[in-house]
C-alpha cells in the first residue's frame, strides 16, 4: 500500500507555524499549500512547498469567489478560505495523482507516523456529537481524505451554494446563527457528508490499538470532549491535562470514562490556543 503523505493548507505566516509544521514533518512528509510568504518552510527536509496561487487562478475558484455568500460571524476572507482549503486538497490531489492524503490544519499537530494509525475505513475525520442545536463540528483538521469524499463535498457545496436545490439544508442553521455565535462554514458539509452516508468513514475520536497500546485524535486541547462525553477527558486550567513520560516516550491522557490513560496521536489548538505552539511545547512533547 502506497504511503500516506500529509497535507497543510496555510496561506499566511503565523508565529505559531513554524513550530508545527516542525512537530509534524519530523515523522511525516508534510506537502505545505501555501503563498509566497511561507514557501521558506520547506528548508526542512520533510517539507514541499505547493504554490496556493496556481489553484486560486483557477476558473473554478473564480467562479467560487464571485458567487461565495458570508453566513457567520467572522470576517468574509476566513469563512471563503475554510470553504476552499477542501477544494484546494483536491486540485492538488489530482494534480499529484494521490488517491489519499491525510489532512492537518496548521494548529494541528501529529505527535507520530500516520502511517502506523490502523484505519478501518476508506477515510476517517474528527467527528464529534452534536451537543447543541446547529453546532456541527466534524472537522478535517486531521482526517484521511480519498478523492471521492472531495468529490461529495465539491458536490454538496454545488448544490448548497450555487445551485441552491439543497439550500435548504443550511436555512435554519442561518437563521440560528443571527443570535447565536458561529455561523455556516466547511465543518457544516463534512456533517451532512457524514450524516448522509456519502463514503465510507471512520470516526478518529473512538480510540485505536496501535503495537499494544491505545491512541486517539482529540478535537481540541482547550477542553476534555471525547466521542462519548463534552467532559471525557481530564483538565486543567481549561486545558486537556498532558501526562509526558520521557520513560516511555509518551502523551497521554485520562480518560475518565474508561477509567484509563490514551495515548495522544495529535494536539489540536484552537482560537486563542495556537500561542502555545511554541519552542516550549515543542521540547516538551514526546515526538
Known amino acids: 500500500m502506497k504511503k500516506i503523505n500529509t497535507v497543510v493548507v496555510h496561506d499566511k505566516p503565523s508565529d505559531f507555524l513554524e513550530t508545527s509544521l ?22 526542512y527536509e520533510n517539507i514541499i512547498y505547493v504554490d496556493i496561487n496556481k489553484y486560486f487562478q483557477q476558473e473554478k475558484f473564480i467562479r467560487y469567489k464571485d458567487k461565495f455568500e458570508h453566513f457567520g460571524d467572522k470576517d468574509e476572507w476566513s469563512y471563503y478560505f475554510w470553504f476552499m482549503r477542501l477544494f484546494l486538497i483536491y486540485e492538488f490531489m489530482k494534480d499529484y495523482n494521490f488517491s489519499r492524503i491525510f489532512s492537518c490544519d496548521s494548529d494541528n499537530i501529529l505527535l507520530d507516523d500516520i502511517n502506523k494509525y490502523p484505519f478501518k475505513a476508506e477515510n476517517a475525520i474528527v467527528i464529534p456529537q452534536v451537543w447543541e442545536d446547529y453546532w456541527f463540528t466534524s472537522s478535517v483538521h486531521a482526517g484521511l481524505i480519498t478523492q471521492e469524499f472531495c468529490e461529495n463535498y465539491e458536490m454538496l457545496y454545488e448544490d448548497i451554494f ?60 482547550a477542553d476534555g470532549e471525547g466521542a462519548k462525553s463534552r467532559e471525557q477527558y481530564k483538565t486543567s486550567r481549561n486545558k486537556l491535562k498532558i501526562y509526558i513520560s520521557k520513560k516511555d516516550k509518551s502523551n497521554k491522557i485520562y480518560d475518565k470514562i474508561s477509567k484509563e490513560y490514551l495515548n495522544l496521536f495529535n494536539l489540536h489548538f484552537q482560537g486563542k490556543s495556537k500561542r502555545l505552539i511554541n519552542t516550549r511545547l515543542e521540547k516538551r512533547l514526546i515526538f
Not at 516542525?22 to 528548508?43: C, F, P, Q
Not at 437563521?175 to 463514503?199: A, E, Q, R, W
Request: one cysteine or more.
Open 162 to 221: 450555487i445551485n441552491k436545490s439543497k439550500f435548504n439544508l443550511i436555512e435554519d442553521k442561518i437563521n440560528h446563527h443571527k443570535s447565536n455565535p458561529g455561523g455556516v462554514c466547511d465543518m457544516t458539509l463534512y456533517h451532512y457528508i457524514v450524516k448522509f452516508g456519502l463514503v465510507d468513514m471512520q470516526n478518529l475520536m473512538d480510540p485505536v490499538e496501535i503495537d499494544g497500546k491505545k491512541f486517539v485524535f482529540i478535537n481540541n486541547f
Open 22 to 43: 516542525r512537530i509534524t514533518s519530523k515523522n511525516n512528509l508534510v506537502y505545505l499549500i501555501g503563498g509566497e510568504a511561507v514557501r521558506h518552510l520547506d528548508k
